[in-house]
C-alpha cells in the first residue's frame, strides 16, 4: 500500500501547472497522470470510506477549516464491481459528516480525483 502525507506536488508538476497559467495555454490534458499517488486502498466501498476519511481529514474534517467549493472526478478502468455513483456518494458523505462543504463543478477549490484500476483506488488530490 502507497502512503503519503500531505500534498506532495514534484518540482515538474507545479512548474507545469505555472507555465500553463502564465502563458494562459490549457498543458494540462496528462496533467493527472504526473500527480503522485497519495493513497491507495482496495476496491471495496468500506476500504474508500475509511482511506479517505484518512486522506481528507487534514483538508475537510479538522474544525479550524472553513467550508471549501470542491469537486469530485472519479475515473475506472478494468473494473466492473463499482458504480462511480456508488464510490462518488461514498465520498460525498465522508467529507459532508462534519460541516456543509459545498459541491461545486464550476469553480471547485479542490478538486478529488480517484482512478479505480482493476481492484485498487488510487487518490490524488489537487
Same mark, same amino acid.
Given at each position: 500500500?502507497?502512503?503519503?502525507?500531505?500534498?506532495?506536488?514534484?518540482?515538474?508538476?507545479?512548474?507545469?501547472?505555472?507555465?500553463?497559467?502564465?502563458?494562459?495555454?490549457?498543458?494540462?490534458?496528462?496533467?493527472?497522470?504526473?500527480?503522485?499517488?497519495?493513497?491507495?486502498?482496495?476496491?471495496?466501498?468500506? /476500504?474508500?470510506?475509511?482511506?479517505?476519511?484518512?486522506?481528507?481529514?487534514?483538508?475537510?474534517?479538522?474544525?479550524?477549516?472553513?467550508?471549501?467549493?470542491?469537486?469530485?472526478?472519479?475515473?475506472?478502468?478494468?473494473?466492473?464491481?463499482?458504480?462511480?455513483?456508488?464510490?462518488?456518494?461514498?465520498?460525498?458523505?465522508?467529507?459532508?459528516?462534519?460541516?456543509?462543504?459545498?459541491?461545486? /463543478?464550476?469553480?471547485?477549490?479542490?478538486?478529488?480525483?480517484?482512478?479505480?484500476?482493476?481492484?485498487?483506488?488510487?487518490?490524488?488530490?489537487?
Amino acid at each position: 500500500e502507497v502512503r503519503a502525507t500531505g500534498t506532495i506536488r514534484s518540482r515538474f508538476t507545479s512548474t507545469f501547472e505555472e507555465n500553463s497559467f502564465h502563458n494562459m495555454k490549457l498543458y494540462t490534458r496528462y496533467l493527472a497522470r504526473m500527480l503522485p499517488v497519495s493513497h491507495s486502498c482496495k476496491a471495496k466501498l468500506e /476500504d474508500i470510506s475509511s482511506t479517505a476519511s484518512k486522506m481528507l481529514e487534514d483538508l475537510f474534517l479538522k474544525e479550524e477549516c472553513s467550508i471549501l467549493h470542491f469537486n469530485i472526478v472519479c475515473e475506472s478502468r478494468n473494473n466492473s464491481s463499482l458504480n462511480k455513483a456508488d464510490v462518488h456518494t461514498t465520498i460525498l458523505s465522508v467529507i459532508q459528516k462534519e460541516k456543509a462543504h459545498v459541491y461545486d /463543478d464550476e469553480d471547485p477549490e479542490v478538486t478529488i480525483l480517484l482512478q479505480i484500476v482493476q481492484v485498487r483506488l488510487l487518490c490524488h488530490r489537487m
